[in-house]
């Protein structure tokens, strides 16, 4: 396997994945099973903080699966796992406070677990009048757009400045249901059937538009619907929420952020991104045969993992003794300023140094030494498009304020200091620090050096879109 048509071929049918979860139809396959995973299936964890990319979303969309979990557990996703969010809708129509979002809450999670066919199943059996009620006001359903319509159309009708929701259905009479109450009852009956639910909570932040206020009370109130579910046995809340919306949130304050204490982070360490990738080499059964290896074996030893990745790649894209390995250098590649790694670019970086790999030896250049899929160039050239994407499709998408900031450091050093930062922006030196300290917010500064004379740093991630130079601004 030296010649270059042979690597050719396999590198056409190698594939790293979608970046997206949503989009990946091998995503049993390629999952990662990280020590947060086990906790969830322990029921050690119940809100899982990340980074846009990061993994939150594979988590979901398995859990939705019912991999893995429990015999007794009863997944119910809140929201839809392909196609628009459902959660959508609140943005057209949303409840004007904090105690409406409370309840628009509860409503919607009885609506869940009584619209589950399993758990309507009990219902009809053992309580058909319950049955009747709910089906009455509307609360049961198999649509999960629709249920949510209808629920913040009730919502909106009537007063909820008590327990009892008062709930008015167009040309009927006036109808009444105290959620708590059905609440308790729905617990009462799990618990009676050995039965628990998890309701999966996913894709809060593609609701709200940049409209703070909304998100801010919506979410607020979601948690202090989580915190009140504890003390039920058998109605459990998971949450998946981006890390950056949680510290805003706290920021802001929430006396419910310091109880919620099942709560954990996904990290990427290097051993997780080195499985991460091996594990998408192997599923493919090509790379397997090419390289005549077991993949359960591979899968099973940490040090077969590495030795089978620097058989696909370089050992080093710089070369030099104080250079990085590949591992480390993709690690750096695709960290942003908080120094977190999202899966999503690290999989785009791939599928590009694939491609331009490709087309490098379609062109007549030399193929990759030895082994080797991969020379150093294609995996260097496949960051621009990453950064592109990057910048594109995250940070001016999740922060159009901040765009004309960014740009205006295009073509500068990568490394700034206060007082630079105040010539490229015109700014005071107040303005100045609280610009870029919403930067290292979002990940895009990292910050050195210290508090009286920091600097800011632009990780590899971002350079290529703005064209960065290498080297600190007050540096000749």
Known sequence: MTNSSSKA??????????????QEPKLEEYFVETLIWRKILRGEVDIVYGMKGSGKSAIFHLLSTGRAVPQNVKIIPAEDTRGDPVFSAIKQDPPTSEIQFVYLWKLYILSLIASDPQILEILKRDHSELVEQLSSVGVIGDDKARILSRVLKYVDSVSVSTVEIKLKDPGESKKSIDVDEVLKLLNSILKQNGKIVWILFDRLDAVFDYNTELEQNALRALFRVYQDSAKYDSIRLKIFLRKDIWKSLTE?????GSHITLSDSIEWSEPNIVNLIVRRLLSNPEIVSAFNVDSQSVLNNYELQKDFFYRVFPKQIDAGSRKSETIRWLMARVSDGTQKIAPRELIHLLNEAKD??????ELGEAAPPGENLFTPTAIKNALPPVSQARMEQTIFAEYPDLKKF???LEGEKATQSIESLMKIWDMSIEDAVDMASRLVDIGFFETRGDKR???FRVPFLYRPYLKLIQGKADEE
Do not use: C, D, H, T
């Not at 396999?10 to 949503?22: D, H, I, K, P, Y």
């Open 406 to 408: 960014i740009l205006m």
């Open 9 to 22: 071929s396999l590198l056409e049918g190698l594939s790293f994945g979608q970046r997206v979860a949503e």
């Open 356 to 361: 331009g790999q490709i087309n490098a030896m």
């Open 252 to 256: 802001k304050g929430m006396r419910e």
């Open 453 to 455: 004379n920091p600097e």
